[in-house]
C-alpha cells in the first residue's frame, strides 16, 4: 500500500461509533502492538522496548484511542514509504476478523485493521522518538544525622533520558525555598528539626525530572560556656601597666570541644587566643569580654569584667656621672651610671636605657663602654616605673676625638709647636711664627711620636684642669720627673717673664724666656728616627711676686718619656 492510498487515514477512525471503539480497540490494540514492537524491535534497543511497553500498558483504553486520533493527525508524513505489508494485513485481519462485527462492511474492516495497525506502530514511534524527562538522584547528604551548625554537604546527580542528551540544571529546594543550582553544595543554616530536601535535574531538551526525596534531621547544639580565669597584675592598675588577659571555654555536649576564642575591649576584637596581654591603656574604665566557640560554630555568651585604669605619673631619670670625661680620645673606657625616682607611692624602678642616635647602647643603670664612634653625641637615659611608664630622656653629649688633646689647646685654644691638627697632619696650623697643632696620637697609653705607630714612647705626666695640677717654683727652683728637670732659672714679676732651663739626666737642653699666658715647648730636633718630636710641654699660668720672692705657676704640664722606654718596630 502507498503512502498516497491512506493520507485520509484518520477520517475513518474518526467515524467509528464510541460503541464499537470501546469494544474492541484493547484487544485489537494489544495485538496490534505486539506486531508493531517485532516489527521495531531490529532497530530498538531493549531499554527502548521495555521503556515503550511500560508507556503503553500505563495508558487506558480511552487514552490510548485520543493517543492514536493525534498521532495520526499529525505524524501522517513519518508513515513508512513502503507502506504497509498486504500479507501482514491479512494475517492480522483473519485473526481478529471473528471479533469484527457483521455490521461492519470489508472496506471498513480492513480500514480499520489498517488504522490500528499503522496507529498503534505511529504511536511506539511517537514515544520512542519523543525525549522523555531526565531521572534525579540524591547521592548522599553528609553528616545526617547533622549537629545544629555543622556544614552539610549535599551531593546530587542527573541522568538524561537518551544518551544522546544532556543535565543543564539542577535544583535542591526545602519547603518551596531554593538551597542551590548545583549538583553538589554545603549549608551550615539549616534549623534543628526534620527536612524533606527535593532535589532534581533539567537536561537540554528543557524537561525536568520528578524530584528525589530525602529526609536530613538536624540535631540542636546547646552552646559553650565562656570563663575569664585571670586578670594579672590586677582589675585596678596605672596607665602604662601592662595586664595578661587568660580565659577558657568547656562544652557540655559529647564530643564537642572548643575550637575559638574571642577577646574584646569597649566591643573592639583584641585577640583570638586563649590569652592575651594589654599594652597602654587609657586612663578610664575598660570592659572586658570574652567568649569561645564549638567545633560547630556556636558561641558562648560572653564573660564580662573590668579594667579600671588610674593615672600613673612618670618617672624621673637622671644620669650620675660620666667618667673619666665626656670628651675623650678614641678607644677610651667610658663609664656611665643612672637612676630614677617614681613619685607615685606604691613606685619603683624596674627598667633603664641608655641609646645613643636611636640605638640601644644598655639596658642597665651603669654600664662601660670604649666603642663610641669619632664626634659628638648626645647619650639619652631614661627609666622605668614598676606600672611600665617611661621617664621623659634626659641627655649628656660625649666628645669623641680621633687623637688625644693637649689640655692647653682643650682648655686655653693654644697650639703646641709640632703638634698634630685633628686630622694627624703635623703642624697644620699658625700662631705667629709658631707652626704646631692641638693634638697628638695615643696608642693604648703610649705615645705615637709624630703619629708613628712605629715608634712609641711613655707618656710621664699629663696634667688636667684640676687645681692639683700645678707646678709652682720660686727663682732657682727646680722641678723634676722621669729624668726630666725644669728650673725657674730667674723671674721678673714686673714683666711678667720667666726664664726656664730644661735639662734631661742633668744634660742641659734648652733655655728660654717665656713670658705669661705662653706655651713652651721643647722639641727635641732628632729621636729614634723622627724629627722636630715635642716631649716636654708645659703653660705659664701666672708669674707674681710671693711673700718673699717671684713665683711662676706652670699649668698643662705634658712630658713624654725620653730614654730607653721608647719602642722602636
Request: net charge negative; charged share 25%; glycine share 6%.
Amino acid at each position: 500500500m502507498e503512502k498516497s492510498e491512506h493520507s485520509g487515514i484518520g477520517t475513518p477512525v474518526k467515524k467509528l461509533s464510541k460503541q464499537i471503539s470501546q469494544k474492541y480497540v484493547q484487544e485489537l490494540v494489544e495485538e496490534a502492538i505486539k506486531r508493531a514492537l517485532k516489527r521495531l524491535r531490529e532497530k530498538l534497543s531493549e531499554k527502548d522496548i521495555l521503556k515503550l511497553e511500560r508507556k503503553l500498558k500505563s495508558l487506558s483504553d480511552e487514552e490510548k484511542i485520543n493517543q492514536f486520533k493525534k498521532v495520526i493527525e499529525k505524524i501522517e508524513e513519518k508513515i513508512p514509504s513502503e507502506g504497509i505489508n498486504e500479507e501482514l494485513i491479512e494475517k492480522i485481519s483473519i485473526e481478529i476478523e471473528g471479533k469484527i462485527s457483521s455490521l461492519l462492511v470489508s472496506t471498513a474492516k480492513m480500514m480499520l485493521i489498517a488504522v490500528i495497525v499503522l496507529s498503534t506502530a505511529a504511536v511506539a514511534t511517537y514515544f520512542i522518538l519523543q525525549p522523555q524527562p531526565p531521572e534525579a538522584a540524591i547521592e548522599s547528604i553528609t553528616p545526617n544525622p547533622a549537629i545544629e551548625g555543622d556544614l552539610i554537604l549535599f551531593i546530587g546527580s542527573g541522568a538524561p533520558d537518551r544518551s544522546e542528551d544532556s543535565i543543564t540544571a539542577y535544583e535542591w529546594s526545602l519547603s518551596n525555598s531554593i538551597l542551590s543550582g548545583e549538583d553538589t553544595f554545603t549549608t551550615q543554616n539549616l534549623q534543628v528539626g526534620t527536612h524533606t530536601i527535593r532535589f532534581r535535574v533539567k537536561d537540554n531538551n528543557d524537561k525536568w525530572s520528578d524530584p528525589a526525596i530525602s529526609e536530613i534531621v538536624v540535631e540542636p547544639n546547646n552552646p559553650p560556656a565562656a570563663f575569664i580565669d585571670s586578670i594579672l597584675p590586677d582589675t585596678v592598675v596605672l596607665n602604662g601597666t601592662w595586664v595578661d588577659l587568660s580565659g577558657h571555654g568547656t562544652d557540655h555536649d559529647a564530643g564537642d570541644s572548643i575550637t575559638a576564642y574571642e577577646w574584646s575591649l569597649n566591643s573592639s576584637i583584641l585577640s583570638e587566643e586563649a590569652t592575651v596581654t594589654l599594652k597602654d591603656l587609657s586612663i578610664g574604665t575598660h570592659t572586658i569580654q570574652f567568649r569561645v566557640r564549638d567545633n560547630h560554630g556556636k558561641w558562648s555568651e560572653p564573660a564580662i569584667s573590668e579594667i579600671v585604669v588610674e593615672l600613673n605619673n612618670p618617672p624621673v631619670a637622671f644620669i650620675e656621672s660620666i667618667l673619666p670625661n665626656t670628651t675623650v680620645l678614641k678607644g677610651t673606657w667610658l663609664y656611665f651610671s643612672g637612676n630614677g625616682t617614681d613619685p607615685d607611692i606604691d613606685g619603683s624602678i624596674a627598667a633603664y636605657e641608655w641609646s645613643l642616635n636611636s640605638s640601644i647602647l644598655s639596658e642597665e643603670a651603669a654600664f662601660a663602654t670604649q666603642d663610641l664612634p669619632v664626634g659628638l653625641h648626645a647619650i639619652r637615659f631614661r627609666v622605668r616605673d614598676n606600672h611600665g611608664r617611661w621617664s621623659k630622656p634626659v641627655s649628656a653629649v660625649i666628645r669623641i676625638d680621633p687623637y688625644a688633646m693637649f689640655y692647653v689647646f682643650r682648655d686655653k685654644g693654644l697650639i703646641v709647636q709640632s703638634g698634630l691638627c685633628d686630622n694627624g697632619v703635623k703642624n697644620c696650623m699658625m700662631q705667629g711664627n709658631i707652626s704646631g697643632g692641638g693634638y697628638y696620637r695615643k696608642i693604648g697609653d703610649r705615645i705615637a711620636l709624630n703619629n708613628n705607630p712605629d715608634k712609641l714612647a711613655d707618656l710621664i705626666i699629663d696634667h688636667g684642669v684640676s687645681a692639683a695640677d700645678r707646678i709652682t717654683l720660686t727663682v732657682g727652683e727646680t722641678w723634676s720627673a722621669g729624668g726630666w728637670a725644669l728650673t725657674a732659672q730667674s723671674i721678673d714679676a714686673r714683666t711678667k717673664n720667666v726664664w726656664l732651663v730644661l735639662s734631661f739626666a742633668g744634660v742641659k737642653l734648652d733655655d728660654r724666656i717665656v713670658a705669661e699666658g705662653d706655651v713652651y715647648t721643647y722639641v727635641e730636633k732628632s729621636i729614634a728616627g723622627e724629627s722636630d718630636v715635642p716631649l716636654f710641654v708645659t703653660y705659664t699660668d701666672a708669674v707674681f711676686s710671693g711673700a718673699t720672692t717671684d713665683v711662676v705657676q706652670l699649668r698643662y704640664t705634658w712630658v713624654v718619656s725620653r730614654n730607653g722606654a721608647i719602642i722602636i718596630g
